[in-house]
């Protein structure tokens, strides 16, 4: 079993429509929970970061935390073309330390 | 301020060649970071370091090796290069650890025939 999974998708959707972006962990001890959104042919940048369980909002965003069922979530509200491109969720049991688990990526295509 | 560069973008290798892919950041990071990218497989990280002098094996570092002597620059040496590693290659810095933003360099797209 990996550590993190995460539906590759791809996932389509019109735009306007309300998007919901999963992966599941088995490592209960993950603590800090990161979405990285990644444009076709260049590098990740990081979209949300949420430390331990709950809720983190950001514009047209939101990130939310279940540690009790080891899974993580990523809406985006209002879905844009713009949006179209592959988010990666990554995490990590601790803060200053080298290594993050990043999950494979879904692909999202926003259709006008 | 470039941020993090690459270098080269691109390049195909055969069997057996050997050669160093170049990573330079002007953030004055502490930490920097290999990866590849797989079709649908995520990052893998290869090596990373805490700072000048000081570097760690990541998930998938055979094959592979790095040095850094310096702050700017962590470079990823490829010996005797196998099928395998055609992946895509990213380099990475954050100003602590990897719960930091972490900003990626464009990639560097490897093909070993």
């Known amino acids: 079993q990996k550590e993190v999974e995460q539906d590759p998708g791809p996932l389509s959707v019109p735009e306007g429509a309300i998007v919901s972006l999963n992966c599941t962990y088995s490592?209960?001890?993950?603590?800090?929970f990161m979405w990285y959104r990644q444009y076709s042919r260049k590098g990740p940048e990081l979209l949300m970061y949420t430390y331990s369980s709950g809720n983190k909002e950001d514009g047209r965003f939101t990130a939310q935390v279940d540690k009790s069922s080891k899974y993580i979530s990523l809406f985006i509200r209002d879905s844009q073309p713009s949006d179209s491109a592959t988010y990666l969720c990554a995490m990590s049991a601790t803060r200053n330390t080298g290594k993050l688990i990043f999950g494979q990526g879904t692909t999202l295509q926003v259709k006008p | 301020n470039a941020g993090v560069t690459q270098t080269p973008k691109f390049r195909i290798l055969k069997i057996g060649q050997s050669m160093t892919l170049q990573c330079t950041q002007d953030m004055n990071h502490n930490y920097m970071y290999w990866y590849r990218q797989d079709p649908g497989m995520g990052l893998k990280l290869i090596y990373y370091?805490?700072?000048?002098?000081?570097?760690d094996k990541g998930e998938v570092p055979n094959g592979y090796n790095v040095s850094r002597s310096t702050t700017e620059d962590f470079p990823l040496r490829l010996e005797l290069a196998a099928p395998s590693q055609t992946s895509v290659y990213f380099c990475?810095?954050?100003?602590?650890?990897?719960?930091?933003?972490?900003?990626f360099g464009p990639g560097t797209r490897l093909t070993v025939l």
């Open positions: 490592n209960s001890a993950f603590q800090y």
């Open positions: 990475a810095s954050s100003r602590q650890g990897s719960t930091d933003t972490q900003y």
């Open positions: 370091s805490v700072g000048a002098g000081i570097t």
